[in-house]
């Protein structure tokens, strides 16, 4: 196709009067930001389990993402908990952890299974009432 050189010139002229502002990503601002990462962790902490794809759903993230965030956040020590193979993330406070290592310097030698067991009584997996 023989594009002639007047058009050219044209539609660089066209396509350098319109300004692209925003690129379809929404930039939050630092305080919102903070906010949301504040209300994400308080949606763990009050659901207790929770599905990855629901909780990605709630704050508009894709499921790697809210694994990514979920790890960062284990890593830097503010939240507790085992991603299932079901896709669920179940979060364990800091109280039930210490339960949970109580019962297993109280019986010395345990199992996965006694440990398993045993979390069923030390680790609560209700919602919590808000």
């Known amino acids: ?3 002639s050189t007047q058009s050219t010139g044209e539609y660089l002229l066209l396509k350098e009067s ?4 925003d690129e379809g990503q929404e ?3 630092e ?21 990855l794809e629901d909780l990605g759903a709630h704050f508009n993230l894709k499921i790697h993402e809210v ?8 890593e830097e020590g503010t ?22 290592a ?12 006694d440990i398993a067991t045993a979390s069923n009584r030390l680790i609560n997996l209700e919602p919590l009432e808000t």
């Open 31 to 51: 305080e919102a930001a903070k906010n949301l990462l504040l209300e994400f962790i308080d949606f763990i902490k009050r659901h207790k389990v929770v599905q």
């Open 67 to 74: 694994v990514e965030r979920i790890e960062s956040l284990q």
């Open 102 to 113: 109580k019962f297993i310097e109280q019986n010395g030698r345990v199992s996965i299974s």
């Open 18 to 21: 319109f300004a692209v502002e």
């Open 1 to 3: 196709a023989v594009v």
């Open 79 to 100: 939240i507790n908990g085992v991603i299932d193979d079901r896709g669920k993330f179940i979060y364990i406070s800091e109280e039930e952890l210490k339960s949970v």
């Open 27 to 29: 930039t939050l601002d």
